[in-house]
């Protein structure tokens, strides 16, 4: 069987889709079979990309990655005798006529469409469902999404697969105390900040999260610092404009994005806690990749954030700040906090990309089958 992964993804990021993106294929590489992995993409591959040479690759372009998709992708697949094409993001070509799969990490923009701008929601509302509905079969990478699937684009249960995603490899703790110390002292940080990871943008809610800090910080511990680490995405002024307004410039550190996972590893190891406040995920990997790192977390009580964390964290029912800085004192002091650590650790344990490269094979295989 010839398997065709569309990654266009690739030749823009890493994080998000890209990362899973990355992960998958490496981990369908290691799995026995004799199925061949193409790799369809439309632009060349960052220079320190080096993925297993198990997988072909095919590039074709440059182009914008809709109209590539909807354009060359399918003569593409015809060319190369793919007999299965697999988009893990929304890249299926709607003429393609051999079966396909289609990841669906998330429905934000449907459930969230002021948080996008016109061409995002155009996409959305209109491409996303017909290739839902041509796909053979769809994979979510929680419960909550694929019940997003089945209730927002009317999608049957039985042709939705939901395979977890997994933090890397590389996030675990820090045994290096030394290092740990250097890390602080070359970044200018105190020991104990607080970490909280993800794009600057509406979903992620930063507004609130930094009122509640102000008031934490004021109340209980005036000498705390938080480091925010994730690029500008959209529609961030207002958290900017937060900042200013509560004076909080001394204490809040803007980090952008960190590509490097062994920094964003010391990142993880050397904060107190992580912290993120979103109105939703699809699926919390800053979250696990925090866990991994031995460092606890705070998170609401929704989407998927409960399947990542289950009881190795801080989930809160409401948007009362008092409760979040309750959650912030609790971890702030605790003297159990050994315990928390181990208990993310095992949690980040039950989630392998091993794991996910099998049932995904088994997708495939099922797909080809008819089933």
Not at 64 to 74: E, F, G, M, N, V
Not at 80 to 87: A, F, Y
Not at 260 to 271: K, T
Request: net charge neutral.
């Amino acid at each position: 069987m010839r398997i065709g992964i569309e990654c266009s993804i690739l030749t823009r990021s890493r994080a998000g889709i890209g990362f899973y993106t990355d992960n998958l294929v490496r981990a369908l590489a290691k799995q026995p079979g004799e199925e061949e992995y193409t790799l369809l993409y439309n632009r060349p591959l960052p220079q320190d990309l080096r993925l297993p040479s198990r997988l072909r690759h095919i590039l074709s372009g440059p182009a914008s990655t809709h109209i590539w998709a909807q354009t060359r992708l399918s003569s593409l697949c015809r060319r190369e005798g793919i007999d299965l094409l697999h988009s893990p993001g929304q890249a299926i070509p709607l003429l393609y006529e051999n079966p396909s799969i289609l990841t669906i990490h998330d429905l934000s923009p449907m459930l969230f469409p002021r948080q996008k701008d016109l061409t995002s929601r155009l996409i959305w509302n209109s491409l996303v469902p017909i290739m839902a509905r041509r796909a053979r079969h769809i994979i979510t990478v929680s419960d909550n999404t694929k019940r997003d699937v089945v209730n927002l684009l009317g999608i049957p249960e039985e042709r939705i697969t939901r395979i977890y995603e997994a933090a890397d490899p590389a996030y675990y703790p820090e045994p290096d105390s030394e290092r740990l110390r250097r890390f602080l002292y070359d970044k200018a940080l105190e020991p104990g900040f607080i970490l909280a990871v993800g794009t600057l943008e509406p979903r992620k809610r930063y507004p609130f999260l930094l009122r509640a800090f102000a008031r934490w910080r004021e109340r209980f511990n005036p000498g705390a610092t938080l480091v925010i680490v994730g690029k500008e995405g959209w529609l961030y002024d207002d958290i900017y404009e937060t900042l200013d307004a509560l004076k909080l410039q001394p204490y809040v550190r803007f980090e952008g994005y960190v590509r490097d996972m062994d920094v964003m590893r010391l990142y993880y190891s050397a904060a107190q806690f992580s912290i993120l406040t979103p109105a939703y995920e699809g699926f919390w990997l800053p979250g696990l990749e925090s866990l991994a790192c031995g460092t606890p977390v705070i998170a609401p009580r929704h989407s998927s954030i409960p399947e990542v964390v289950g009881d190795a964290g801080l989930l809160i029912d409401s948007d009362e700040e008092d409760e979040w800085m309750a959650a912030m004192n609790r971890l702030w002091m605790a003297s159990d906090r050994d315990a928390w650590s181990q208990k993310g650790i095992e949690r980040a344990k039950q989630f392998s990309w091993d794991c996910a490269a099998r049932e995904t094979l088994n997708v495939y295989r099922r797909a080809m089958s008819g089933g």
